[in-house]
């Protein structure tokens, strides 16, 4: 682990403390006082590679940059760590904010495919990130991907395209995207 410790600390979690974690092996969110560690398996680690080759050339061409698992914060009490974020300014900082994040990207996993699906997903749309991809893999042989592109409208993420195996999510917003389920399978 980091410089600071889970084991020991009492009481909600502030950004202060996560921050003096330090660098980490592991994947470790903040989520309104509580840590969310999470990890990845060989096909959720390969599914991110294969849609990070199939957005990044898209979103530098729209003048955005793509970053693996960035910290986001969304706000004082949440600072999320997205598998893939598409935005608007370089990656030069260790935390962006919500509003240099044009997309963020999730790829459900067994252990937090209920925090992609609803709490992280709300949490997105309450920080007015204006698009949300979700990545969900078939966990019973990763055989098989649905995508789900939602746009923001209000403070709710609404379905703009979906994908199911075999097609692609295409669309124009929020920049010229394509992404194979094919591809995205390629292990």
């Not at 009481?11 to 840590?35: M, N, V, Y």
């Not at 893939?84 to 935390?95: E, F, Q």
């Not at 939602?150 to 010229?176: V, W």
């Amino acid at each position: 682990m980091g410089k600071g410790t889970l084991d020991n600390h009492e009481g909600p979690w502030t950004e202060a403390d996560w921050l003096a974690l330090g660098e980490t092996h592991e994947r470790i969110e903040l989520f309104d006082g509580s840590l969310l560690v999470t990890s990845a398996n060989d096909y959720h680690n390969t599914i991110l590679f294969n849609l990070m080759k199939a957005l990044h050339p898209a979103a530098r061409a729209a003048g955005l940059r793509a970053a693996q698992t960035p910290n986001v914060r969304l706000n004082n009490e949440r600072t999320l760590i997205p598998d893939l974020a598409i935005k608007k300014s370089p990656i030069t900082t260790a935390i962006s904010s919500a509003d240099e994040v044009v997309l963020v990207c999730e790829i459900t996993s067994p252990s937090n495919a209920a925090n992609d699906r609803i709490n992280k997903m709300l949490a997105y749309a309450e920080a007015q990130i204006p698009w949300y991809l979700l990545i969900e893999p078939d966990f019973s042989g990763y055989e098989s991907v649905a995508l789900v592109l939602c746009r923001l409208e209000s403070r709710t993420y609404i379905e703009h395209a979906a994908a199911k195996q075999g097609e692609t999510l295409t669309s124009t917003l929020p920049f010229p995207l394509a992404i194979s389920t094919e591809d995205l399978l390629a292990f």
